[in-house]
C-alpha cells in the first residue's frame, strides 16, 4: 500500500509511489564506457511545495558486490500536472542538465519520459537525449534508460532493480507492543 503525507502538496499524489529512499543494483552497458554492474541509491523527498526532489548515486561494483567507485550521481526535481504529464529536470555529476518530458500511465504507476532538451559542458561525454521508463512493480521501483549520442543511436545502458529502504521509526512504533523481554516474540 502506498502511504500518502499528509503534508504532500494536492498535485503529486499520483507520484506518491515515488517517496522515500530506494537502493539496488543494476546494469551498464553503452559503447565506448565500461561495461559493469552497478549499485544504486535513490531518494525522492518533498517539502509541501509542487515538485518532488530526487537525489541519485551509482557505483560499480566489483564481482563480490562491493563498491569499487562512483559510476553517476545526479540531481532533479519532478512536477506532474492534472492531465498526468511529468516533467522532470535533471543535473548530472558530469556537466550535464536535462529537461525530461512524459507521462504518468493512466492504469498503472508507470512514467514514460523521453529528453525535451540537453545542455553539457565542452569537456562532458557526448550525448544527445534518452528515454526512461520508471514503474512501481510489485513495491519495488524499477527503472531503465536509453542514451544517444552523435555516433551511437538511441540504445538501453542502464537499468536497475531497486528496493525501498524502510525507516527504523516507521516500524520501531510496532516494537512498544512486544513483551518487555522482545524475546517471547519470537518463540
Known amino acids: 500500500m502506498i502511504e500518502i503525507p499528509s503534508d504532500l502538496h494536492p498535485e503529486l499524489v499520483p507520484l506518491a509511489f515515488l517517496l522515500g529512499s530506494w537502493t539496488g543494483a543494476g546494469v551498464h552497458d553503452f559503447p565506448g564506457a565500461e561495461k559493469c554492474n552497478f549499485g544504486q ?97 510489485n513495491g519495488d521501483l524499477m527503472w531503465v534508460g536509453e542514451k544517444a549520442t552523435p555516433a551511437v543511436p538511441l540504445r538501453a545502458y542502464m537499468s536497475a532493480h531497486l528496493k525501498k529502504v524502510v525507516d527504523p521509526r516507521e516500524w520501531a512504533a510496532d516494537l512498544k507492543d512486544l513483551p518487555d523481554d522482545g524475546i517471547a516474540f519470537f518463540k
Open 41 to 137: 541509491e535513490v531518494t525522492f523527498t518533498h517539502d509541501g511545495r509542487p515538485f518532488l526532489e530526487y537525489v541519485s548515486h551509482t557505483w560499480v561494483l566489483d564481482e563480490d558486490g562491493k563498491k569499487v567507485r562512483p559510476l553517476e550521481s545526479e540531481s532533479g526535481y519532478w512536477r506532474i500536472d492534472a492531465e498526468r504529464k511529468v516533467d522532470v529536470t535533471t543535473t548530472r555529476d558530469e556537466g550535464v542538465v536535462e529537461i525530461w518530458t512524459g507521462e504518468l500511465a493512466q492504469d498503472k504507476p508507470q512514467i514514460d519520459l523521453v529528453t525535451d532538451a540537453v545542455a553539457r559542458l565542452p569537456q562532458s561525454s557526448e550525448y544527445s537525449g534518452g528515454k526512461r521508463l520508471y514503474g512501481y512493480v
